[in-house]
């Protein structure tokens, strides 16, 4: 709920001055402590709260109750009026022709921790603290509200993003990058080991999986069972086909050989004397040893230009050793194993590569391809306290040349390690050589089932792996153990994914080659691992039973076991696959197209054979869709409804879903169970990016998000019977033409925006224009200010001055609190605010000092943001605000929904019919169909009086949502009978109720358990005339 901390302290000060015993001085001075320290707690300006608490105080002790009221219900009175009077007075906006003008603070970012590991279309994975200071340590970085914003237009970098229309990731240019103070995060766990994790602000949306639909939930509206977008697999995007190693190569004091007629041609040619050559060193070097050395051909590497060096391969010296090496100028399938074997199971020194392993395939290849590369031949000794050997490459140019190039220290490797740069940056065929060697090195293959596990005391290193297996489509998971003291990280890669691993990474040792191979067959037998389930909930029976097919029939032709899926909610990508294929065959069943042909009057025997018609025809009447005579066979009522039903679904919902489902088959995300949630302190600083188009990227292998007022706000109008436009009026803010275009479309408005044009006020013009006779609200949305930015205050002067707007609005972020008093100050003077939106105020605890602070700008509140959806965006009445949050409900509100929902029902009516005691099934269904139409549940119980509201706070809404959904599904294969009259539903009704809407004998018991308390609590509320009468007195539907 909105503000939900000070409404429950708010709400407990209500309930001990109704429940007292006597009202004195003493209790009236506990409840404006209470008072006091509730509003303090909200982030309510001090001297407001002061002010305030004498107000109340001096009111409840010194006024007589009026006649008639009690002196609890005064006292209570008097509370709601002061804390009214702080909000100011209601305004509504002209339901008429005009234009909007929308300016803003900068609010607080959706951000993700510094150290998160995202992934970039390079090939590279880093963390997003060493992303923006790569950045920050070349371009300019300028002061955005709390923090320094990089634009990145001109550079290259991409990220892979969450495409939410197809599930796919596409690789998407990155046009900034923020650094903003610290706050406090949340950490979300999900369900792919116990280590497995992501760190961001409380606002930043997810994609969530919910009932067959992707949805976005804000990370503090998470739920332990949401499913979260989780990318499967990410394509790359190489800068080079082969990547260079000279540059790395360079960094070294290092000799290089070459013909000594092909070395004698470059000095003279480029330096004309060996005595010049020697002054270009950038190592200090003795002439004479420089001399000698250049006549063997053997030159200091810097002195040669890129073109100059051997196209393959090098034969290098380090300054002052005595060896030289062979080594590869491009990072090649061997370099890159072998990288894998030092990884996995080496280390080095200031002299020696050493490889330490117990088996003798391993043995062979380390030796071979160290010969083939570096022209050594690795002594090979017997270790003293274990059963493994160790292969030694003594060779100080080849430690240093390893140790520069690709960063792995000296000595023990440890918990810092991680995978260079360079190795990132290759092709998918290269790092598969480097990947099947560590894993041959560090990896275990089970033999019984489908699992490779991967251990090592370096998290940030296997966090990179599990990133760099999605290019290969390979799911893993992360954990954390600890052995002897020792904290080590596990990789654990199952189902399915094991066996893609064995095709595309596979093994060079043999007794690993043959588990792997093996599991392919296991395979057929043990299915799809858990991680490869798509919970699409009940949208699995509705588009079946919609499009008319029966479990049997899709078990025999696409999917077997289906019956099973269904139940559970849950479905294996293949089998969906399966699914989709079999509905774009058959997208109508023989239900529908026999009760299409009883409707028509046609003989199914015409199309049906005999074993098909009896069984569907027994079932028919069964559920009471047919009346079955020997004369003929005729729809009932309930028969015709569901029909009509089906029918409908099949030209409206029926693409969407079908769609929805074929995507999710081919989607390039998994769904992961959120495991755990919890708030984490606050860093110093926090990083976002904004990427073009999608707005997306993946942080610690989880799809994140990165939504303006003017889409909400033309939603409102829209709905009032208005043609609203929006036009993009933020010229500077990344990303903000694209968002708002999104959203323009999402909501189903015109839009016009330029991003080419950089003047602001040519942008508004144009589009004011361009709007002026097809729309009857033209929303101008513009950039996003501080108080100290002069230039942009000009702007929104200039904007101003050029439009003449009838509205000036200011949204602000509610999680900035008292803060915004000032800044909304600085936006009054320049354009005499008219009202004010304020926005997230269901996910912050500052809201009471956001709600303060706009009441000493002396502007309306017009609309609050509630959450992230065009319909979580209301109209402001302080009155129902403050009724609401000191649990009195707001009935007024509620009506607006309900007849909103029913398309302009007389609101009287709906009112006198919710408080009847007297309703049927019939009543319930089309509440229930209401209330679908009215938001979520747990919106819908804020607005419920306090004994509604009270009764129902301990209730799981979302779980509560489906079943009300099952409910009606139930009902729906009720007879008309049995909808007029539950109480003759018994034993038997209950089976045939049960077999038809496809659900337990239970359910139907809960249904009708519910509609009797249902009725039992609207009966008890029907009957308290005194109570009946005040509120539709207060509703104006009565005297």
Same mark, same amino acid.
């Given at each position: 709920m909105v503000l939900d901390d000070l409404g429950k302290s708010l709400k407990g000060t209500i309930e001990k001055i109704a429940t007292a015993v006597t009202i004195d001085k003493k209790l009236i001075k506990e409840v404006v402590r209470d008072i006091q320290r509730a509003l303090l707690q909200s982030d309510v300006n001090v001297k407001l709260v002061l002010n305030l608490s004498k107000k109340i105080e001096k009111r409840a002790l010194e006024e007589k109750p009026p006649a008639g009221m009690s002196?609890?219900?005064?006292?209570?009175?008097?509370?709601?009026?002061? !804390?009214?009077?702080?909000?100011?007075?209601?305004?509504?906006? +002209?339901?008429?022709?005009?234009?909007?003008?929308? /300016?803003?603070?900068?609010?607080?970012?959706?951000?993700?921790?510094?150290?998160?590991?995202? +992934?970039?279309?390079?090939?590279?994975?880093?963390?997003?603290?060493?992303?923006?200071?790569?950045?920050?340590?070349?371009?300019?970085?300028?002061?955005?509200?709390?923090? /320094?914003?990089?634009?990145?237009?001109?550079? /290259?970098i991409k990220f892979p993003s969450f495409n939410h229309d197809t599930l796919k990731i596409e690789n998407k240019k990155v046009t900034h990058a923020w650094k903003l103070k610290g706050k406090q995060l949340y950490e979300i766990f999900i369900d792919a080991g116990n280590d497995y994790s992501v760190r961001v602000t409380p606002e930043h949306p997810f994609f969530i999986l919910r009932n067959g639909m992707v949805i976005q939930a804000r990370a503090d509206q998470l739920q332990t069972d949401d499913y979260v977008a989780v990318p499967r697999e990410y394509k790359t995007e190489p800068k080079e086909e082969q990547v260079d190693l000279l540059p790395f190569i360079r960094q070294n004091n290092i000799d290089i050989f070459l013909d000594k007629d092909i070395a004698k041609q470059i000095i003279s040619s480029k330096y004309n004397t060996i005595k010049n050559a020697v002054s270009h060193l950038n190592h200090s070097r003795n002439y004479n040893k420089c001399t000698l050395a250049f006549k063997k051909g053997k030159i200091p590497l810097c002195l040669l230009d890129d073109s100059e060096c051997p196209e393959y391969s090098l034969k290098l010296q380090s300054f002052r050793t005595m060896k030289s090496v062979i080594f590869p100028r491009y990072l090649t399938n061997d370099l890159a194993e072998f990288l894998g074997y030092i990884i996995g199971d080496g280390h080095i020194t200031n002299g020696t590569v050493e490889i330490s392993n117990a088996d003798e395939e391993l043995i062979k290849q380390i030796t071979k391809i160290s010969q083939k590369l570096f022209g050594i031949n690795p002594t090979i000794t017997k270790d003293k306290r274990s059963k493994a050997k160790r292969i030694l490459l003594s060779s100080k140019t080849l430690a240093g040349l390893i140790h520069t190039i690709f960063n792995i220290p000296y000595g023990r490797k440890g918990r810092s390690l991680s995978l260079p740069n360079n190795l990132l940056l290759t092709s998918d065929e290269v790092l598969r050589h480097f990947i099947r060697a560590y894993v041959d090195c560090d990896g275990y293959v089970t033999k019984n089932y489908r699992n490779i596990a991967i251990s090592s005391e370096s998290k940030t290193l296997l966090n990179q792996i599990n990133l760099l297996l999605r290019r290969y489509h390979i799911f893993s998971t992360l954990s954390k153990k600890q052995v002897n003291g020792v904290h080590y990280s596990k990789l654990c890669i199952e189902g399915r994914y094991a066996e893609s691993f064995s095709r595309q990474i596979g093994s060079r040792l043999s007794r690993k080659k043959n588990r792997l191979t093996s599991f392919t067959q296991m395979g057929k037998k043990q299915g799809c691992g858990k991680h490869d389930m798509i919970p699409i909930g009940s949208a699995l029976k509705e588009v079946r039973e919609s499009l008319g097919h029966s479990i049997g029939n899709i078990q025999q032709k696409?999917?077997?076991?289906?019956?099973?899926?269904?139940?559970?909610?849950?479905?294996?990508?293949?089998? !969906?696959?399966?699914?989709?294929?079999?509905?774009?065959?058959? +997208?109508?069943?023989?239900?529908?197209?026999?009760?299409?042909?009883?409707?028509?009057?046609?003989?199914?025997?015409? /199309?049906?054979?005999?074993?098909?018609?009896?069984?569907?025809?027994?079932?028919?009447?069964?559920?009471?869709?047919?009346?079955?005579?020997?004369?003929?066979?005729?729809?009932?009522?309930?028969?015709?409804?569901?029909?009509?039903?089906?029918?409908?679904?099949?030209k409206t919902a029926s693409k969407n879903t079908l769609e929805s489902i074929h995507n999710l088959s081919i989607s390039d995300v998994c769904w992961i169970k959120v495991r755990n949630i919890k708030t984490i302190d606050s860093p110093e600083y926090v990083y976002d990016f904004t990427v073009e188009d999608n707005h997306s990227f993946i942080a610690d292998g989880i799809v994140v998000h990165n939504t303006t007022s003017a889409g909400k706000l033309a939603t409102y109008f829209k709905k009032k019977g208005l043609r609203p436009s929006v036009v993009a009026g933020d010229v500077h803010r990344p990303a903000a033409y694209d968002q708002l275009k999104q959203i323009a479309e999402q909501v189903e408005v015109p839009f016009y925006g330029d991003k080419k044009e950089k003047s602001a006020v040519k942008v508004v013009k144009t589009g004011v224009e361009k709007f002026k006779r097809s729309a009857d609200v033209i929303i101008v949305d513009t950039s996003g200010r501080h108080k100290l930015e002069d230039d942009l205050i000009q702007e929104m002067k200039d904007i101003f001055h050029a439009t003449n707007p009838d509205e000036k609005l200011l949204v602000m972020d509610a999680a900035v609190g008292q803060q915004a008093g000032s800044q909304a100050k600085a936006f009054n003077d320049a354009v005499d605010i008219t009202g004010i939106i304020l926005t997230k105020l269901d996910g912050t605890a500052k809201g009471g000092g956001a709600l303060s602070a706009a009441a000493e700008v002396d502007a309306p509140i017009v609309f609050i943001g509630t959450g992230e959806h065009a319909t979580d965006f209301e109209r402001f009445d302080p009155a129902r605000f403050i009724s609401r949050l000191l649990g009195m409900g707001d009935i007024k509100t509620l009506l607006e929904k309900a007849e909103e929902s029913m398309k302009g029902k007389d609101a009287e009516k709906t009112a006198r019919r919710m408080m009847s005691g007297k309703f049927t099934l019939h009543d319930m269904y089309e509440q229930m169909d209401m209330l679908s139409g009215m938001g979520p549940l747990n919106k819908i119980s804020e607005l419920l009086p306090g004994g509604f509201s009270k009764k129902m706070k301990d209730v799981d809404m979302d779980d509560t949502q489906d079943r009300l959904q099952r409910f009606r599904i139930i009902m729906d294969s009720m007879t008309e009978e049995e909808m007029e009259n539950p109480n003759i539903v018994r034993a038997a009704r209950v089976r045939r109720i049960a077999r038809g809407a496809g659900v337990d004998n239970k359910d139907v018991k809960q249904l009708l358990k519910y509609y009797n308390m249902t009725k039992k609590m609207m009966k008890g509320f029907s009957s308290n005339r005194k109570m009946r009468k005040n509120l539709m007195k207060q509703l104006q539907f009565g005297k």
């Open positions: 002196g609890r219900e005064h006292v209570i009175r008097i509370v709601y009026d002061e !804390l009214v009077k702080i909000l100011g007075d209601a305004r509504e906006l +002209p339901v008429k022709k005009q234009v909007i003008m929308l /300016t803003g603070l900068y609010g607080q970012g959706k951000c993700v921790h510094g150290d998160s590991i995202i +992934p970039l279309a390079s090939g590279e994975v880093d963390s997003a603290k060493s992303i923006y200071d790569h950045f920050a340590s070349t371009l300019e970085e300028k002061s955005v509200g709390d923090g /320094t914003i990089i634009d990145l237009e001109n550079e /290259t696409a999917v077997n076991s289906y019956g099973i899926y269904e139940k559970k909610g849950q479905i294996s990508r293949e089998s !969906l696959s399966n699914l989709s294929t079999f509905y774009e065959t058959y +997208p109508q069943g023989n239900f529908l197209t026999m009760l299409k042909q009883i409707k028509l009057g046609k003989n199914p025997h015409d /199309t049906f054979n005999n074993g098909v018609v009896n069984a569907l025809v027994s079932y028919f009447d069964q559920q009471g869709l047919i009346k079955n005579t020997q004369a003929s066979i005729q729809l009932t009522s309930m028969g015709r409804k569901q029909l009509r039903q089906r029918v409908e679904y099949q």
